[in-house]
């Protein structure tokens, strides 16, 4: 006990090591915030997306820091609703028939253009169609028709105005969000200043409109958003706990399955062990990772399948090879020659005497090997082999390769759940560099 | 002498028998996986059921015919079909061991789904044609990470804290990620961000018509995929090898060498290099088979159109007979890169050579 209490105040003269205890410090408080605040099966369903889940955000916007590092300010996401700011005017045609008028009210600061442009309407009336009306005012006083007389069913519709093609060809063959925003005298640059978007119909009395717009930033979000709108902060956060169990609990079932076994095989020597050495010799030549790939496209993709896959095929890892030289070593001390003169049972010299006085030398060895398998999780990610359900940072990877990101630019895709997964990897070697060095005297020395 | 040939031999030999052991589990494992421990005959049953069906009964010439006999002929033809294919016999344990033996002598069969580049169905052609881009790719790597792990070891080792051998130290971490996570961050600089350098493939499209430049072409593809898996293992090899160094330098003969005045060169050779080899030889050895692994990803990060990108394509069209070819290929290549190391540990450590070790 003693001991080890000598051997932690020696701690201190390893910066590195508090460096990466403080990494992994703070992803476990990542961890547990994450799991506390998107719980578990809200992760799955917001990661999963679906209707009404994601509308409202930008498709590929880059995140909200970007900012920081552009001369321009880049557009951000503005919604505006018709209950909130909305001005909803009532003018009375006949009898029974009104013409209201909704107007969307917008301030635009920006320097950059948006990257979409939605209208989302909602309707209750009784006939089966419903004419709507939808224009466009700009700061400087011009006024664009949108559309016209746009027949609307019953309930929500969403008009993507971006994707509207009689208006790209009406506004000359350019993109609506690029040519409603531009400046007539500077075109490449958008003009600031109170916009207004017009949604007109005529409705009898007890129909209903509501309006709803989104003008998507350029920026979004503290991570951004991916191709399917969603906010990649969900990933990047929950990445963390699935990142740090997979990593620890293969680490702590394949390493300490291996060293137990290796324990047992040196006690008993002869047959047990022989057996144990040639199993070993097979295991290492066996291709994991093309058996891991085989079993996620054949059987399963779950994760916790994966885990006991992995677990599975390194318990005759080749670590067994350095355990077995400890355990040699150990097993000429003359304390268990007394143990066994006591009437010491084998399992009992093996539990209690021969596996703790190697344990501290598991402990890098233990430490090392956690980043192996979280890079393995995301490998299998990468290969599209992730879990269907769970967010990852392996997973966000591969999305983003598939969907070209390096090759249109979206960095940030890539760089940040690589980073994270880096910071990770780099935590636990950090301590396990560390610990090999405390634990180890031999090494402390040269 | 005599008796040392004989005891390297009988060491080689269980070495031999081991490794094809290995092999043999190896292969056998991914048999039973990839049929899905005879499940995927139901689906290629049905499959032929479907197929024949929709030829007897579009068949023109089967016009009018009762649709007994229909039935009876698409029945025939569909059991003459899983007789062809042997899918009438039980995949445990006739058809199994069929394969297993089958694919050993590499006699790998018919692709289902893939093609060669060539056009072929042959699983020895589509393989033939992928291995040498994997093996280029492979060798160069681990033959450079070898020599600059060594070099950079010894050299360490002499300046023993110095602001270099610090940097290393400090460096070793970036060994925790993979070779294909940096290659994704090369691509991203070096291909996109400075465009000097390609982003993937084994060489430039259309081909240089000249063999030189053709080569010129690969070297210049080679560099990204080479150096993310340097950077991806180099760091850590050097620390843990300079380690070696530094603890087998602090022996009593190196100071009893050192005061007899030999020289450095000599004192490194004969004296901390010798004893060295071996332990470093095992480490590399582990380190090469994970790599071997991890070839699959590397090839897909860089498009190389190597052995593991012709699995990774294999599985996900569940292609059985090329799953199987490439495993038994990964299994044979890397029973002999263990072997070879293997031989080389030998030769090195005079314990095994004269069978005092084991």
């Known amino acids: 006990m003693e001991n080890w209490l000598t051997r932690l105040k020696g701690l201190r003269r390893y910066p590195s090591l508090a460096a990466g205890v ?16 998107i719980p578990y099966s809200e992760g799955i369903r917001l990661w999963r997306g679906g209707p009404g889940v994601w509308d409202e955000n930008p498709k590929n916007a880059q995140p909200i820091w970007f900012d920081l590092f552009t001369r321009d300010r880049l557009a951000r996401t503005i919604i505006v609703t018709g209950e909130d700011t909305g001005i909803t005017r009532v003018e009375p045609l006949t009898d029974d028939i009104n013409l209201v008028e909704i107007v969307l009210p917008f301030k635009y600061n920006y320097d950059g253009f948006p990257r979409e442009l939605i209208l989302f309407t909602t309707v209750t009336f009784e006939a089966s169609h419903m004419p709507v009306t939808v224009s466009w005012r700009t700061p400087d006083g011009r006024s664009i028709t949108l559309q016209e007389d746009r027949l609307l069913r019953r309930g929500p519709a969403s008009y993507y105005i971006s994707q509207d093609i009689e208006l790209i060809a009406q506004l000359g063959n350019r993109l609506p969000h690029d040519a409603l925003f531009a400046d007539p005298e500077e075109e490449d640059r958008p003009l600031r200043g109170d916009y207004e978007i017009v949604v007109q119909a005529e409705l009898r009395e ?129 304390y268990f020659e007394a143990a066994q003169a006591y009437g010491a049972g084998n399992f009992r010299i093996i539990f209690r005497y021969l596996l703790p006085r190697i344990a501290p030398t598991l402990l890098p060895q233990f430490v090392l090997i956690v980043p192996t398998f979280v890079f393995l999780e995301a490998t299998l990610a990468v290969l599209g082999l992730g879990d269907p359900r769970l967010p990852t940072w392996g997973k966000v990877m591969n999305d983003a390769y598939r969907a070209g990101a390096l090759y249109k630019g979206y960095y940030y895709w890539i760089a940040q759940p690589a980073a994270l997964l880096m910071m990770m990897g780099v935590g636990f070697a950090l301590v396990g560099f560390a610990l090999d060095r405390i634990f180890n005297p031999r090494l402390r020395t040269v | 002498m005599r008796e040392n040939i004989a005891r390297m031999g009988r060491y080689t030999l269980i070495r031999v028998v081991t490794l094809v052991l290995a092999v043999i589990v190896a292969v056998y494992l991914t048999v039973i996986i990839a049929n899905m421990g005879g499940e995927m005959d139901k689906v290629k049953k049905s499959q032929i059921q479907f197929n024949v069906a929709l030829e007897v009964y579009m068949n023109e010439a089967n016009r009018g015919l009762p649709a007994s006999v229909l039935k009876e002929l698409v029945k025939e033809r569909a059991e003459a079909e899983f007789r062809r294919l042997g899918l009438d016999q039980p995949f445990f344990p006739r058809r199994s061991f069929r394969y297993l033996t089958n694919a050993l002598s590499l006699q790998l069969g018919r692709a289902e789904f893939m093609t060669s580049d060539a056009g072929s169905r042959q699983v020895r052609l589509i393989l033939v044609e992928r291995l040498p881009s994997t093996l280029i790719l492979f060798a160069t790597a681990q033959l450079l990470l070898f020599l600059l792990a060594l070099f950079f070891a010894l050299f360490l080792s002499r300046r023993y804290g110095s602001f270099l051998d610090r940097v290393t130290i400090a460096l070793a971490p970036s060994s925790a990620a993979p070779g294909w996570f940096y290659g994704i961050f090369l691509i991203l600089i070096f291909a996109f961000a400075l465009r000097v350098l390609p982003d993937g493939g084994l060489m430039a499209a259309p081909p240089p018509p000249t063999m030189l430049a053709r080569a010129l072409s690969i070297l210049e593809h080679l560099i990204l995929p080479v150096t993310a898996i340097l950077i991806g293992a180099l760091f850590a090899s050097i620390y843990a090898w300079r380690t070696f160094f530094l603890i087998y330098s602090s022996e009593d003969y190196v100071e009893l060498a050192k005061a007899k005045g030999l020289s450095s060169q000599a004192i490194e050779r004969r004296y901390i290099l010798r004893p060295t080899m071996p332990p470093i030889i095992t480490s590399f050895m582990l380190l090469a088979i994970t790599m071997w692994m991890g070839q699959i990803v590397l090839e897909y990060v860089f498009k190389w159109p190597g052995i593991g990108q012709a699995y990774y394509q294999a599985v996900q069209v569940g292609d059985t007979p090329v799953i199987i070819g490439v495993i038994v290929i990964y299994g044979y290549l890397l029973a002999a890169t263990v072997f070879l190391l293997d031989f080389v540990y030998a030769i090195l450590d005079p314990r095994v050579r004269v069978g005092i070790g084991r």
């Not at chain 1, 403080?22 to 799991?35: A, E, K, N, Q």
């Open chain 1, 22 to 37: 403080l990494i992994i410090i703070l992803f476990i408080g990542v961890s547990l915030y994450t799991v506390i605040a």
């Open chain 1, 206 to 334: 007890g129909d209903e409109l509501s309006a709803k717009l989104m003008v998507a930033g350029q920026v979004h979000g503290v991570a951004g958003t991916d191709h399917r709108r969603r906010d990649l902060m969900v990933a990047l956060l929950w990445g963390a706990p699935i990142g740090l169990a997979f990593g620890v609990l293969a680490a702590v079932g394949a390493q300490l399955s291996t060293f137990v076994l290796a324990g047992i095989g040196t006690w008993f020597g002869g047959k047990t062990e022989r057996i144990f050495q040639w199993v070993t010799q097979v295991n290492i030549i066996l291709p994991m990772l093309p058996i891991l790939i085989m079993i996620g496209y054949f059987y399963s993709r779950s994760i916790w399948v994966m885990l006991g896959l992995v677990i599975a095929l390194n318990v005759f890892s080749a670590s067994m090879f350095t355990y077995r030289a400890m355990f040699l070593q150990a097993k000429e001390t003359p």
